[in-house]
């Protein structure tokens, strides 16, 4: 049975100098904290509250105006006072959090250049939060074979304490019961950041991949390297190893997006070049191998991220090819590159793409009619390196 407003639970005190009306907000905002996110009851009248708490019916007019203001309650009709859709937002302390949902494998490592991932979205969206007096709170998902009844106790506490959530990706689990529970939780506003949302109601942060792959196409075209291949971690279909019902990853879409790209350039992506399902060193190697033997490398290859451009870097090596007279290379991320000048490859705004989160999941906060199935674009930018060019000189 849902918890409804308990009247009962209601104190006001004559003896304190706090008005009755502001002490009969402040309770009826405690008690709306405990209601579940999904509720519309409606409120006693004006008549009745009156009389269940022995005051007057114009000290409850204030309260319910008061309110009404904030947007706590509103009119259902003239005579009918109810919850309103997002009042357990706007019942919220004046500055409250932002929850952000830890994703799998989150970690602190600082050898790990992936790992670090995380950690460059959390610096823009503490960034964002600060500028906007907002905190953030890390928040870890129920166990996945936890009841439901307590998973949604577990998202109705968490819609009563924060502005809203911001996912940076899955658990890795399939199915994920409190993650799916959470993700179609259409009173909590949400915010997912490089991926697209299997539902409609989360809001999407992504990196517009176009700017910074053109730029990698007039480089390539400048250098004369027009024989491009992809190396990607998804098959040729465009599937992953694993299922993604919940997000489907901004780079995982990335090839499709450079074939098209390049093609339109005027840049060759032949189908015999590409490397497919290269999520590990030995992956790679092994397909290198086969590339090479059938005669069908490429002038350049493309790679997924920075991890397996450098994967590739190292099998080249091992095999005797020579990085970039043989085959240039360039990868995406730019987690380091600015750092080394060795590896040509297109920065994904991480940092920006944070604090753009914390806008949008602020504005849909204040605007009800907000647009939770927007989609919001943050440029990327291309980064040359002498993986491409032997002219290129590192930075020291």
């Not at 009709?77 to 959090?97: E, K």
């Not at 658990?171 to 799916?180: A, E, T, Y």
């Not at 020579?322 to 990868?331: C, F, K, L, M, N």
């Amino acid at each position: 049975m849902l918890k409804k407003i308990n009247y009962s639970a209601i104190k006001l005190d004559r003896e304190l100098p706090v008005p009755l009306f502001s002490q009969l907000v402040s309770e009826l905002q405690r008690l709306i904290a405990d209601i579940p996110l999904s509720s519309r009851e409606k409120l006693l009248s004006e008549r009745k509250t009156a009389a269940l708490l022995n005051i007057d019916r114009s000290t409850v007019n204030k309260a319910f105006a008061e309110l009404e203001k904030s947007g706590i309650i509103h009119r259902s009709s003239a005579r009918t006072l109810q919850l309103s859709p997002d009042g357990r937002r706007r019942n919220l302390v004046p500055f409250p959090d932002i929850g952000i949902i830890i994703p799998d494998d989150f970690s602190f490592r600082t050898n790990d250049a992936n790992s670090q991932i995380p950690l460059e979205y959390i610096k823009g969206i503490l960034d964002g939060a600060a500028e906007n007096r907002h905190a953030v709170i890390m928040l870890q998902l129920p166990d996945i074979n936890t009841p439901a009844a307590e998973i949604t106790r577990f998202i109705n506490d968490i819609g009563g304490r924060t502005a809203g959530i911001i996912h940076l990706g899955d658990r890795n689990i399939f199915p994920d019961s409190p993650l799916q529970k959470l993700v179609h939780c259409r009173e909590l506003p949400q915010v997912i950041v490089s991926a697209d949302a299997c539902t409609a109601n989360i809001i999407q942060v992504i990196p517009d991949i176009r700017p910074g792959t053109g730029e990698l196409a007039n480089r390539l075209l400048a250098l004369g390297l027009k024989k491009v291949g992809l190396l990607c971690a998804t098959d040729e279909s465009g599937k992953y190893i694993r299922p993604m019902p919940y997000f489907r990853y901004s780079s995982f879409q990335r090839p499709a997006a450079f074939r098209d790209i390049f093609q339109s350039m005027g840049l060759e992506c032949c189908e015999a070049s590409h490397m497919y399902s290269c999520n590990s060193y030995p992956e790679i190697l092994k397909n290198l191998l086969q590339k090479m033997e059938s005669g069908s490398l490429p002038q350049v290859y493309c790679c997924h991220n920075d991890c397996s451009a450098r994967w590739l870097m190292h099998a080249c090596k091992e095999l005797g090819l020579r990085v970039p007279e043989d085959i240039a290379i360039s990868g995406f991320d730019g987690l380091d590159a600015a750092e080394t000048g060795e590896l040509a490859t297109i920065k994904l705004p991480f940092y920006e793409i944070g604090k753009k989160a914390v806008e949008v999941l602020l504005e849909c906060c204040r605007n009800s009619d907000f647009d939770r199935s927007g989609v919001f674009t943050v440029p990327t930018a291309f980064i040359d390196g002498s993986t491409l060019s032997k002219n290129i000189k590192p930075i020291n």
